[in-house]
């Protein structure tokens, strides 16, 4: 029961011209004056409400008579005697007859009074004690659950002066309480911004509407706790009558969990980037730049992504026994820690770490190894050598670890971490972020290894199919080139030949074999082979194409483009057929460069389709030019346009063959190309003296 609750049960009097709503109204504090005789003389409304009694029915008569049990009179008047005598104050519990016949246990206190003339009474104030108990155990509740709460507490009061403030907020603030008392919120703390602190206070002075939970950053008294992040409500404290007292504060330090949120977030993010920056292509050495450089600084100081050399399975491996393990550098990111990443191995080199090497025992045991805390003494463990050690060492390194790179249940390498500048040491949380980090960018580099494994097999392949410098032609200079596609491409089925077929006649092949990866490279080695075979049967280009278009459906799927031209020496001409391909281009000096008008033909492994051979007269000095589409072919720019650019180059092209190829694939191959070119320039010699 509240004391607001005891004081509207008790009192059951019609309100007075006053608005109670004191702690003396709450208590019905009665009081009751009696003569040196004890006759009643004064009776308060209290004591009417207390007792039951009107005044007329009370003045006058024998306090002990009126309101005490017979078994207690003589306690009683005993009591009396020695209050009136001078014998101090009497305080204690006593049990009295109301006017109704019922017994309350009532808390008195007794003294004696004296008048002007030396008249001697005796002043008797008294309160249910049922209701002084509930008061006395609301207090002492109040004070404790204030005291001991774990949420910053203050009173203020209207003047909006500290009159109370707990342990908890002392601590928050670093502020202790005698700092606060009697102070406004500006003077206790001039190192805050508190004018919109204040207004808010002021506003629920005012109107008795609550402020809660409203978010503060700032600093406190104690530099050493930083900025910290509170949740402040501010709430009117009213009387009982809805008078206000002053107003409370209660204050929730949600520093740490602001912190942990924004972490959280912070690690979200990262995955997120990591989830789109890592893996952007197929290229091994730029994947693994791209995960080292999503870790700096967000997670690490210095990140060094290290792959085993046996993983990659390109060139000799190095020996590689179970006690150690041999690393290939692939990328190394820093945020300007430069000792460090000098300790650290250039990427390109290889290394090989022994087993007490905590990147080794990382790759060993396919878990992460976290250093919290690096001493000198883990240096060595850490660094490749003595020097690389002493670097470290000079760069601030505090904090390390090291996590495997796994994809599809093998070990690639390592995500090796490097703390020199954040001051935090890299907690559990840590370690699993970089857990998910590594193994999604294990993912992207286990495909990029796969990528160039299985590109650099079929561009050996194709180039051991593609022919070597030709022996001298009769009547013919050639010069030629092959580029693979860029490195984000696929090594494709382009190729080129040059036949020498006895006495004065000379075959010349250029083909492209449609798709990618090994098998274009297998079927255009199949390709070229049978026209190597039909050039020896001295068949006519149309003939060939013939052949050549059976071979290719007998191959899975097989599509290729292809243009077959014979030189004969004696008759001063080309014969052409052309299966599908890009015309040839035929440069006469002192003309504009002509594109063949050839028919076009059905690109080979078609089936059933008829080829047709056209004869084209040449002259000394005239050059045939035979390329691919991936030398004119663009994804913005129209194929005619682009062939208007080839003969312009050639139109102006240099007269050393050489010359001519570079100048067309600086002109019109793009950096970025994501086709092969195969590029094939013929030119007639001049007649014999």
């Not at 002021?202 to 949740?231: S, Y």
């Not at 993983?311 to 190394?332: I, K, S, W």
Request: glycine share 8%; charged share 25%; with cysteine.
């Amino acid at each position: 029961m509240g004391t607001t609750d005891a004081f509207r049960r008790d009192t059951g009097r019609a309100a007075s011209p006053y608005e109670p709503g004191g702690l003396l109204d709450v208590l019905g504090v009665a009081a009751v004056v009696l003569d040196q005789d004890g006759r009643i003389t004064l009776w308060s409304p209290q004591a009417e409400d207390l007792f039951g009694w009107t005044p007329a029915e009370a003045l006058g008569q024998y306090a002990a008579r009126l309101m005490v049990d017979e078994e207690h009179v003589a306690e009683v008047l005993d009591l009396f005697v020695k209050v009136m005598s001078g014998g101090g104050i009497w305080a204690g519990t006593f049990p009295v007859r109301c006017k109704d016949g019922s017994r309350r246990l009532l808390e008195f206190r007794n003294m004696r009074l004296e008048d002007k003339d030396g008249g001697v009474y005796a002043l008797g104030i008294a309160t249910d004690r049922a209701v002084l108990r509930d008061v006395e155990r609301d207090l002492a509740l109040s004070l404790r659950l204030v005291d001991q709460s774990p949420i910053g507490l203050a009173v203020l009061d209207t003047e909006l002066r500290f009159v109370l403030v707990n342990p908890a907020l002392e601590q928050m603030q670093g502020l202790p309480a005698r700092s606060h008392i009697g102070r406004t919120v500006t003077e206790a703390m001039p190192f805050l911004d508190t004018q919109e602190v204040e207004a808010n206070m002021r506003r629920v002075l005012a109107t008795g509407t609550p402020m809660l939970d409203m978010f503060h950053q700032g600093p406190v008294a104690d530099p050493a706790l930083g900025i910290r992040t509170r949740l402040v409500s501010f709430y009117r404290l009213d009387d009982p009558a809805g008078r206000p007292l002053g107003l409370a504060a209660s204050v929730v330090d949600v520093t740490d969990r602001q912190r942990a949120a924004d972490e959280a977030r912070r690690r979200l993010a990262l995955i997120a980037d990591a989830s789109v920056l890592i893996g952007t292509t197929l290229d091994l050495d730029q994947t693994a730049r791209e995960l080292a450089e999503v870790v700096v600084p967000s997670l690490a100081d210095v990140a060094a992504v290290d792959v085993l050399d046996t993983a990659l399975q390109l060139g000799t491996a190095h020996a590689d026994d179970p006690g150690t393990a041999v690393f290939r550098a692939l990328a190394v990111a820093s945020s300007d820690a430069d000792d460090a990443v000098r300790a650290a191995d250039p990427p390109g080199e290889i290394a090989q770490y022994d087993a007490d090497r905590l990147v080794t025992r990382c790759v060993r045991t396919a878990r992460p190894v976290h250093l919290p805390r690096v001493t000198a003494e883990d240096l060595p463990r850490i660094a490749r050598d003595e020097q690389a050690a002493e670097l470290l060492g000079r760069a601030g390194l505090h904090s390390y670890m090291a996590v495997p790179l796994i994809a599809r249940g093998e070990v690639l390498g390592a995500l090796d971490l490097k703390r020199t500048r954040n001051p935090e040491p890299f907690d559990e949380d840590d370690v699993v972020l970089a857990g998910e980090l590594a193994a999604r960018a294990a993912v992207c580099i286990d495909n990029a290894r796969w990528y160039q494994r299985e590109r650099a097999t079929a561009l050996t392949l194709q180039r051991s199919l593609l022919p070597q410098r030709p022996t001298d032609l009769v009547g013919l200079e050639v010069a030629y080139r092959y580029q693979p596609a860029g490195s984000a491409g696929q090594v494709g089925g382009d190729w080129f030949d040059v036949i020498a077929q006895g006495g004065t006649e000379s075959a010349l092949v250029v083909g492209d074999v449609m798709g990618s990866g090994i098998t274009a490279a297998a079927a255009m080695g199949q390709l070229r082979t049978a026209a190597r075979t039909l050039t020896g049967l001295g068949l006519d280009p149309a003939q060939v194409l013939h052949h050549l278009d059976r071979t290719a459906s007998g191959l899975d799927q097989t599509i290729a483009t292809c243009v077959y031209a014979v030189f004969n020496l004696g008759r001063s001409c080309f014969r052409v057929a052309n299966a599908g391909h890009l015309p040839p281009v035929i440069v006469r000096p002192g003309r504009h460069p002509q594109l063949l008008e050839l028919p076009t033909g059905a690109p080979l492994g078609v089936g059933g389709v008829p080829f047709e051979t056209v004869e084209v007269p040449l002259a000394p000095g005239d050059r045939l030019v035979l390329y691919t589409d991936g030398l004119v072919e663009t994804r913005d720019e129209a194929i005619d346009d682009r062939l208007q650019v080839l003969a312009d180059l050639l139109a102006d092209a240099p007269e050393d063959l050489e010359a001519t190829c570079d100048l067309l694939l600086t002109e019109l191959r793009e950096n970025d190309a994501q086709d092969d070119v195969a590029l094939l320039v013929a030119r007639v010699r001049p007649a014999q003296v």
